[in-house]
T-cell receptor
Framework: DTAVSQTPKYLVTQMGNDKSIKCEQN?????MYWYKQDSKKFLKIMFS???????INETVPNRFSPKSPDKAHLNLHINSLELGDSAVYFC???????????FGDGTRLSIL | AQKITQTQPGMFVQEKEAVTLDCTYD???????LFWYKQPSSGEMIFLIY??????QNATEGRYSLNFQKARKSANLVISASQLGDSAMYFC????????????FGSGTRLQVQP
C-alpha cells in the first residue's frame, strides 16, 4: 500500500481555471505538508498542518487554499491558476519534529 | 542568507567509487535535524539518512553515511561503492526547533554515476 498518495499525478489546465490536488497518508502521521518544486528543482514549503490545524502558511498567494478534513488528508485547492503556478507539488507527512518526512510522488501542474 | 547550501550543482563519479556530496547549513537553534533525500529522474523523493544535532556519532544507512561536523556546520553525504542507480538529484534539508515542522531544502546536487 502506498504510504502517501496524491492525485492526480499530472494536471494540465488553462490559465484562470480552478483545480484541486488530493493527498492521503496511511502512516498514522500527525503532520502533513505541501511543498512546491519549481523548474530549477528548488523545493519550498507552502503549508503544514498538525492534527488538522494550520501551522505554516508560507507567503503563498491566497489563491492557494489547503484543507484538512482529517489527520490523514490534506488537499490543495488553487483558484485562478496563473502561468507561474506551473510546478511539481509534493504532499508529505511526518510524525514529530525530527522524523523523516515521507513524500508522495508529486503532481506535475502545467498551465497552458 | 541561505540556510542550506549545496555548492556542487553537478557531480560525476565512476561506478564502484565513493563520492561525497557537500552540504553546509546555518542555524542558531541548538536543536535541529539534518536530512538527505534522493530524487531520481522518475521524480519521487526518497529519504536516505538523518542526523540529529545532538547525535554523537555520524549516521549510517547501508552505503550512505553522513559526515557531520557540527563546528563547521557541515553535513556531507558519503555514498560508498556507487551504483548506476545512484544517479539522481540529492537534496540536503534541515528541520529547526521552531515548531514549524517544515524542511528547508538546499538547491540540490545532480549526481551522475558513470560505468
Amino acid at each position: 500500500d502506498t504510504a502517501v498518495s496524491q492525485t492526480p499525478k499530472y494536471l494540465v489546465t488553462q490559465m484562470g481555471n480552478d483545480k484541486s490536488i488530493k493527498c492521503e497518508q496511511n502512516l498514522g502521521h500527525d503532520t502533513m505538508y505541501w511543498y512546491k518544486q519549481d523548474s530549477k528543482k528548488f523545493l519550498k514549503i507552502m503549508f503544514s498542518y498538525n492534527n488538522k490545524e494550520l501551522i505554516i502558511n508560507e507567503t503563498v498567494p491566497n489563491r492557494f487554499s489547503p484543507k484538512s478534513p482529517d489527520k490523514a488528508h490534506l488537499n490543495l485547492h488553487i483558484n485562478s491558476l496563473e502561468l507561474g503556478d506551473s510546478a511539481v507539488y509534493f504532499c508529505a507527512s511526518s510524525v514529530g519534529q525530527y522524523q523523516p518526512q515521507h513524500f508522495g510522488d508529486g503532481t506535475r501542474l502545467s498551465i497552458l | 542568507a541561505q540556510k542550506i547550501t549545496q555548492t556542487q550543482p553537478g557531480m560525476f563519479v565512476q561506478e564502484k567509487e565513493a563520492v561525497t556530496l557537500d552540504c553546509t547549513y546555518d542555524t542558531s537553534d541548538p536543536s535541529y535535524g539534518l536530512f538527505w533525500y534522493k530524487q531520481p529522474s522518475s521524480g519521487e523523493m526518497i529519504f536516505l539518512i538523518y542526523q540529529g544535532s545532538y547525535d554523537q556519532q555520524n549516521a549510517t544507512e547501508g552505503r550512505y553515511s553522513l559526515n557531520f561536523q557540527k563546528a563547521r556546520k557541515s553535513a556531507n553525504l558519503v555514498i560508498s561503492a556507487s551504483q548506476l542507480g545512484d544517479s539522481a538529484m540529492y537534496f540536503c534539508a534541515m528541520s529547526e526547533d521552531t515548531g514549524r515542522r517544515a524542511l528547508t531544502f538546499g538547491s540540490g546536487t545532480r549526481l551522475q554515476v558513470q560505468p
